[in-house]
Each structure stands twice: as C-alpha cells, then as structure tokens.
C-alpha cells in the first residue's frame, strides 16, 4: 500500500491529548490473547519517501497492520495508515527531516496488539554517476561518485541488480570500482545503508561504455562533388579536395594530414562538406591554399573514438598532386637622377620559384613592343636599377614571376618618371709651362664624384674663346679620376687659351674658366 505524509499533521493534531487506553472488563472473563507484535521492522528510504516492511510469524492470525507516525520522539505516535500487507510506502516526505515510524496487528476479531519498536527515518536523494557522467570510458577502472544523505554508512556496488557479487563497503562520496571485462555496455548498481535511519530503497544505477581500441576502416579523397580522383590527377590552387576517414563508432576527433603541408580537421556533423551527420564517416571539404605545390603527397587518417583511444594511422590509396601558379609580387620604385630609375618588389614565397622577368614600356598598357629589361634568377633578388634612360620621360613597368612548371604571375603595373637633368659641376683649371719645348700642362682639383659623369672635353685655341663651338676639342678623358693633362701638341710658340668641359651622359656641358698658356722661345 502507498500512502502521502500530506495531511499527517492534521492527523496528529486532532490525535493530541486523547487516550488509547481500554477501560479495564467489568467481569472477570480472562482476556483474549493480544495478536503477535510485528517484528524485524525496518525502514528503506530515498528521495521524499520510506518503505517500511515487516514480519509476523502466523499472517493467517491478523487481519491487517495499523501504522502509527511521529515526527518527534517527543510526540505521542498516531495513526497514519493501515494495510493488509507486511510493507508499506509513505510518498511526500521532506528530504533532510527525521520521521519515527512503528507498527501494531489488528487480529480477525478487531483486537489491536502492542506496537513495535519505533524506527527512525531520514529520507534523502541518492545517485550514482560514471566518469562523471562520461557516455564512454577506455579503462575497466572507473570512478564512481556517489550521493547519500548524511548518516549513510555503507553502500554496495555491483554490476549485477542482485548484488550476488556484492558486498559492504565504507560509504565515500568517490569510489573506485573496476569494470567487468570484455567491451560493450556496462550498468553498475549501488544501494545504501545510513545508520538509525534505513537502508536505501531498492537501488540506483548509472551506465557507460567500455570501449578500449579505436579503429579506422579506410581514408579517402575526392574531388569536389565526390568525383573520384584518377592517380595522375594535378590539382590546382583554389581546387576542392574531399577527405573522408570512415569509422565504425562515433568520435571525439578526426583529421587528415597532408604530408609537407598541414592537417585538415574533419566532422560528422553533416556540416563543411560532411554528408551525413551520425554516420560514423568523419569528412570535410578543403581548398587548396594559394602557392601550394605538391608532388605525390601522401594523406594519413587520424581518428580516436569517444572513449578517447587513439587508432593507428592509415594511409589513403590514393595520393595529392597540386600545382600552383606563384603569387604575384608587388611593385614600386622612385626616380635617382634624370637617366637612373630604381625598382623594387616583394619577395616571391614560391617553393618552385624559378626567375623574376623585368618588362619595360614607353606606355602602361603592356604593349608589344614593350622590353624585357632584366632577368633575375635568385628569388631573394628584389631589386633593379634601369639606367641609361631620358630625362624627364616617364616609363612604365611590370614584373612576372615564373616557377619551374611554366606558370607566371604577373605583377601589377607602375609608372615613374626620371628627373630633370641638371648641368654638371664645373672644375677650375690651372695651367703650366713645362722644360719640354711646345708642351703646356693644365690641371683642376676634383673632390666630388658625379654619378652620371660621362667625360671631360679638352679645348684649345690660339685666341680667347667663350662657347665650346669656337675651339677645338684635342682630347677626351674618359676618367672622372684623371684631373691633369699634357699638351703635346701645340704647333708653334704663342699663347694658347684652355677650357675644360664636364660632360654628363646625356650631354650637357659645363665649362672651366679659361686659363691661357704663353709657349716661348
């Protein structure tokens, strides 16, 4: 029979004060006999509930059970329920708050028997968890924590519901317990004893799985839509690559690595290119980086299951092939003087890299006629200086980078103008006789170096002269370092004017002083 405590206090209440005693019999008829007092009650308790149970040697002689309730050992006990059975079940107790619980017989002829001691009750929550609520374990041995209210001093752990292979042990809120072997489900039971407050009712349970090997089937890869890969497939940059690791039970983490490249994370979500979520097949969609290159690159599949057991690696039949055009650099320069342009761009990261190639034109748009200026093999090579060009002129350039598969990427294109060219500096000349007859020695002092030095022009005349036309030219010094020079060809005595001219590369002059010679007698 299953009764709730809801009411019980009312029950005490209206009970308070009123005696149970039976008025002594006015004859003197001996008394019938008192029914049997039940024995070995005891009290199983759980969550807001007790079960208490109970034995009488002859069942035959009594009708029913009334079961007295108390929730003070200083309250009279009063009557709470009655069953024709030796069990009963009180629901709606408070967790945490001690009841006292006794039980008398009624015989077939109405007369109640004394009441049995009284048994204290605590009811209170109890659980058992596994792994802390892990669904999987890779070890037989577990931990297992354990939920009682306070006083429970014993618990019994068993895999088995009878707890045939069970026994007593000290309560503790954590428990090592060692699986059963063999892999699959396991269920473990636990069932509790507090001191002066019951045993538990019936039992509490908590299931994981053992599982202690991972396994992969087969890894494979497709390309984009499940295309199978012929072996002699090349892939490109930006390509779809479809990886899929198939398993035979669920997982915590999957991955392909691709040899000389990197892993790539794969799910069975049904999300990022996985078919279906749940299907055990571990899979993602992957695009190939820009600037991979890749010859016969080996795919290993890496899986371990929920339990946390990592599977040995396997290796795709299939290989990954990709080529990739190089990653264009980026160009930009200034101007160094009205015949010098300087160049520069990024460094190529291309593993194949095989040369940069320099295009010049008179236009951006890349012309036919446009020139090839430079071809650079090093891909750390970055810069170039084109010179030899006019002044003021604006040139416009682009640099392809090519890899050893034959595929180019070619920059972008940038425009620059050369300066404006300006005069040379001039020197100041001295000029000497010298012992050797008709020979005339000048000189000028040079501490700069101009970088776009190009010659002196050496002129003589008999007369005084003040442009370059109205003279004669008698040497060229190609040297910038040479600053002297030897007259040895002077017809005749006389006096002699000299100038010097500094000409740069693209032709503008700047004259000496004039400097005059007297050659005598």
């Known amino acids: 029979m299953r009764k709730s405590i809801a009411g019980l206090a009312l029950l005490l209440v209206a009970l308070t004060g009123c005696s149970n005693e039976i ?14 007092t039940p024995r070995g009650v005891t009290a199983s308790i759980g969550d807001r509930q007790a079960v208490l149970t109970w034995t009488v040697t002859n069942p035959a002689a009594i009708d029913h059970y009334v079961v007295y309730f108390s929730d003070s050992v200083a309250n009279e006990m009063a ?4 069953t024709r059975l030796t069990s009963d079940t009180i629901d709606g107790l408070v967790n945490g708050q001690r009841y006292y619980f006794g039980v008398a017989s009624v015989d077939t002829s109405g007369l109640e028997g004394e009441k049995s001691r009284a048994v204290s009750v605590l009811p209170g929550i109890f659980s058992i968890v596994i792994e802390s609520g892990r669904e999987y374990t890779s070890t037989r041995t577990v931990t297992i924590s354990l939920t009682a209210p306070p006083g429970t001093g014993l618990v019994q752990l068993s895999e088995d519901s009878d707890f045939a292979e069970g026994y007593w042990q000290s309560f503790a809120a954590s428990k090592g317990f060692e699986l059963s072997d063999g892999d699959g489900s396991k269920t473990v039971y636990a069932r509790f004893q507090v001191t002066a407050g019951g045993t538990s009712v019936g039992m509490v349970s908590d299931d994981v799985v053992l ?17 199978s890969l012929p072996p002699d497939t090349v892939l490109t940059a930006g390509d779809i690559v479809h990886f899929a690791v198939y398993t035979s039970e669920d997982g915590q983490d999957a991955s392909v690595d691709i040899s000389g490249l990197e892993s790539v994370g794969l799910n069975d979500y049904g999300i990022g290119g996985d078919a279906l979520s749940g299907d055990r097949i571990y899979e993602a969609d992957y695009i190939i980086p820009d600037e991979t290159e890749l010859s016969g690159a080996v795919i290993s599949g890496r899986f371990a299951d929920a339990a946390g057991n990592q599977a040995s690696p396997l290796t795709a039949p299939q290989r990954l092939s990709v080529t990739s055009p190089p990653k264009a650099v980026t160009l930009w320069g200034f101007a160094v003087s009205s015949w010098q342009l300087q160049l520069q761009w990024t460094q190529s990261q291309s593993a194949d890299f095989s040369r940069y190639r320099v295009f010049r034109a008179d236009s951006a748009l890349p012309i036919r006629d446009s020139l090839v200026v430079m071809q650079l093999i090093k891909a750390t090579d970055t810069k170039y200086l084109d010179a030899d060009l006019d002044e003021q002129k604006s040139y416009c350039y682009w640099v392809y980078v090519d890899d050893t598969h034959g595929n180019s990427a070619r920059s972008q294109t940038f425009c620059l103008s050369t300066l404006q060219n300006e005069y040379p500096d001039s020197v100041t000349i001295i000029a000497n006789t010298t012992t050797e007859s008709l020979t005339a020695k000048i000189s000028w002092p040079k501490d700069a170096v101009a970088p776009d030095f190009e010659a002196y022009h050496v002129l003589r005349s008999p007369q005084a002269f003040s442009t370059y036309a109205d003279s004669l030219v008698i040497d060229f010094i190609n040297d910038q370092k040479t600053t002297t020079y030897t007259d040895r060809s002077i017809p005749v005595i006389g006096d002699y004017y000299y100038r010097v001219y500094v000409v740069d590369r693209q032709g503008l002059k700047s004259p000496s002083n004039l400097a005059t010679v007297n050659i005598p007698r």
């Open 23 to 36: 008025d002594p019999p006015s004859s003197s008829a001996p008394l019938p006999p008192q029914p049997e």
């Open 79 to 82: 009557v709470f329920d009655s």
């Open 211 to 227: 599982d202690r090997a991972a396994v992969i089937d087969s890894v494979r890869l497709f390309g984009a839509g499940y295309f």
